[in-house]
C-alpha cells in the first residue's frame, strides 16, 4: 500500500526539495502551507521536474478545520513539520508573531496528530537551537541555548515534543537540526526565493552576481579563522532533503518509539563567507562585489555540525560540495533572470 506523509510547509524552499525527493520514492505527499512566504506555482514546478503531483490543502497549519480536513481525506503514515516564520533579524523585532505562528501551529498540529492517530513526526529544527557553541563541530548532546526568538521557538518546540513522546510513547520524532541549506534542486526549477531583502548569505551572493544587488556586505574580517571571515557548515538542499527521507524512513521501519530524537543535518566541514563567495564566482563565471564591514551582534566565528548520528541512524551523509552547491544555485538564479 502506498504511504502517505503530510508536509506542513510543503511549498517553501526546504519543504518543495523534501516533496519532490519523498514523490520520487513513489509516496503519496500532501502539502498543507498558506502561501504566506512560497509561490502557489511551486506545485506546478515540483510536478515538472516528472516525479509526481503532490495533492495541496491550502490552509494555515494553526487551523484545526484545515488540519482535521487533510487527515480526514488521507490515510496519513507520517508528518513532516516545515513550517513556520524563519528569519532571525524579524523574530527580533516581532518576537510575539514568531512564538503564535511557530509554537501556536506546532501545537495545533501535534493535537491534531493525537486525534488522529498519526505518531511519526520529523520536526525541522535548526542548529541555533546550539546558541554559541562552545566547541566545534557539535555534536548533538552539546548545551542548548538559542540566542534568538526564532532559535527559541525551534528550542521549545523541540522540548514539547520530548512531553508529547513521554504521555503517548508509541509517538516518535525525529528532530532534524539543519545547519544552513542552500543551493537548488539540479533541474533548476525549484530553489530559494527570498522576498525582500536576503535574509542569508546565498541568495544575496547570487543576487549580486545577477546584479540585483550592488555589493554584497561581509559582516567581520577579524573573526579567529584562517582568512578572518566567519565559518559556517554549508549543506546541500537537495542533501538536506535527503535527510528527510531517511528519517522517515526510519521512523516508518518502527524505530525511536516513544523518543524524540535529536540528529544533525549537515556536511562536517566548514567554509568561510571569502571561499564561498570565491566558489559562487567560478559557478557564475562573474566577480561578486563585496565590502569587508563590521562584526554583526551574535554572530560566532565557527559553526560547524558533527552529523555523525545521521549515518549511525539512518545511513545518512551529505554528498553534494561548495562547488556543486554554488553551481546548482547559479542555474536557478539564471532560470529566474531569463524568466
Same mark, same amino acid.
Given at each position: 500500500m502506498t504511504q502517505t506523509v503530510l508536509a506542513t510547509g510543503g511549498a517553501g524552499y526546504i519543504g518543495s526539495h523534501v516533496v519532490a525527493e519523498l514523490l520520487a520514492?513513489?509516496?503519496r505527499v500532501v502539502i498543507i502551507d498558506d502561501f504566506s512566504n512560497a509561490d502557489p506555482d511551486v506545485i506546478d %514546478?515540483?510536478?515538472r521536474i516528472g516525479?509526481?503531483?503532490?495533492?495541496? *490543502?491550502?490552509?494555515? *497549519?494553526? @487551523?484545526? +478545520?484545515? /488540519? !482535521?480536513?487533510?487527515?480526514? %481525506?488521507?490515510?496519513? @503514515? &507520517?508528518?513532516i513539520?516545515?513550517?513556520?516564520?524563519?528569519?532571525?533579524?524579524?523574530?527580533?523585532a516581532d518576537p510575539l508573531r514568531y512564538h503564535d505562528v511557530n509554537l501556536g501551529g506546532a501545537v495545533a498540529l501535534f493535537q491534531a496528530m493525537v486525534r488522529h492517530g498519526v505518531r511519526r513526526l520529523v520536526f525541522s529544527s535548526s542548529a541555533t537551537v546550539y546558541g554559541a557553541p562552545r566547541s566545534s563541530p557539535i555534536v548533538e548532546a552539546a548545551p542548548l541555548g538559542a540566542l534568538n526568538p526564532y532559535g527559541r521557538t525551534k528550542l521549545m518546540i523541540e522540548q514539547i515534543i520530548d512531553d508529547l513522546v513521554v504521555a503517548e510513547p508509541a509517538f516518535a520524532s525525529v528532530s532534524l537540526?539543519?545547519?544552513?541549506?542552500v543551493g537548488a534542486?539540479?533541474?533548476g526549477l525549484i530553489g530559494e526565493l527570498p522576498r525582500g531583502v536576503p535574509n542569508n548569505l546565498f541568495p544575496y551572493i547570487a543576487q549580486t552576481a545577477a546584479g540585483v544587488r550592488a555589493r554584497l556586505s561581509v559582516f567581520g574580517g577579524d573573526y579567529p579563522t584562517p582568512d578572518g571571515t566567519g565559518v559556517r557548515d554549508y549543506i546541500h538542499v537537495a542533501d538536506l532533503a535527503q535527510g528527510h527521507l531517511a528519517a522517515v524512513d526510519? /521512523?516508518?521501519?518502527g524505530e525511536g518509539k516513544g523518543r524524540n530524537t535529536p540528529v544533525n543535518l549537515g556536511c562536517g566541514r566548514g567554509y568561510s563567507v571569502l571561499e564561498s563567495i570565491r566558489a559562487f564566482e567560478r559557478a557564475a563565471g562573474r566577480a561578486v562585489p563585496y565590502d569587508i *564591514? &563590521?562584526?554583526?551582534?551574535? !554572530?560566532? +566565528?565557527e559553526c560547524v555540525a558533527d552529523p555523525s548520528r545521521a549515518a549511525e541512524l539512518f545511513g545518512w551523509r551529505a554528498r553534494r560540495g561548495i562547488d556543486e552547491m554554488c553551481a546548482d544555485h547559479w542555474a536557478f538564479q539564471s532560470r529566474l533572470m531569463a524568466s
Open positions: 520514492t513513489g509516496r %514546478r515540483i510536478a516525479v509526481g503531483r503532490p495533492e495541496l *490543502v491550502e490552509g494555515d *497549519v494553526r @487551523d484545526p +478545520a484545515r /488540519l !482535521d480536513a487533510a487527515f480526514g %481525506r488521507f490515510p496519513v @503514515d &507520517a508528518v513539520h516545515l513550517a513556520g516564520l524563519k528569519a532571525v533579524g524579524e523574530s527580533v537540526r539543519y545547519f544552513n541549506p534542486h539540479a533541474s526510519f /521512523l516508518l521501519a *564591514v &563590521a562584526r554583526r551582534p551574535g !554572530d560566532v +566565528a
